[in-house]
C-alpha cells in the first residue's frame, strides 16, 4: 500500500526495523531534551503529515521498551489518525514512573501500526441474541 507523507522533520522517514514489524518507529522531531517529570504529559511532535487511503487508519501506539524500561507510554493508546486528517502527527507520551525521563531530539517516541476499518450503519433492537459468555465481563471469563 502506498501511503502519501510530507516530512518537514530533521529524521529519515519512519521505518521497520526488522522484516516481518507490524509497526514503523516515530522519532520527536524536537530541538531540545524535554524533560518529563512522573504523571507528566507532553504533545511531542513527529513533523510527519500523512494523507491515508480511504476505509485506512493509522495507530500510534507505545514502544514496549520504552514502556518496560521506564513507564513512558502514549496516553491515548492507540491513538487514531482518520483518513482525513492532515495535520502534523503529534504523539501524546506520559511519564507513568516515578523519576523524570529526558526525551532526546530524534528518540524514537513510538509506533505507527496500519490498520484496515469498515464504518458501520446501526440497526436498533429490542433483544440481542444470545451467548455462552452472555453479559459477563470485566474478569468474567475463565471463571467459574
Known amino acids: ?13 519512519p ?3 526488522t ?3 507490524a509497526g514503523l518507529d516515530i522519532k520527536a522531531n524536537i530541538t ?3 524533560t ?5 504529559r507532553a504533545m511531542v511532535p513527529t513533523g510527519l503529515f500523512v494523507e491515508l487511503p480511504e476505509g485506512v487508519e493509522m495507530q500510534i501506539r507505545p514502544r514496549s521498551g520504552m514502556a518496560a524500561k521506564f513507564g ?5 493508546s492507540p491513538g487514531t489518525i ?3 486528517y492532515r495535520g502534523e502527527i503529534k504523539v501524546i507520551l506520559a511519564n507513568l514512573s516515578s523519576q523524570d525521563y529526558v526525551l532526546n531530539p530524534g528518540e524514537r517516541i513510538a509506533q505507527m501500526v496500519i490498520a ?5 450503519e446501526w440497526e436498533s433492537v429490542e433483544v440481542l441474541s444470545d451467548t455462552e459468555r452472555g453479559a459477563g465481563g470485566f474478569g468474567h471469563t475463565g471463571t467459574k
Open 1 to 13: 500500500m502506498k501511503v502519501k507523507i510530507i516530512n518537514r522533520s530533521a529524521y529519515d522517514l
Open 15 to 17: 521505518q521497520y526495523e
Open 19 to 21: 522484516a516481518l514489524a
Open 32 to 34: 531540545e531534551p524535554v
Open 36 to 40: 518529563l517529570k512522573p504523571l507528566d
Open 72 to 76: 513512558i507510554s502514549v496516553l491515548n
Open 82 to 84: 482518520d483518513p482525513d
Open 116 to 120: 484496515r476499518f469498515e464504518r458501520i
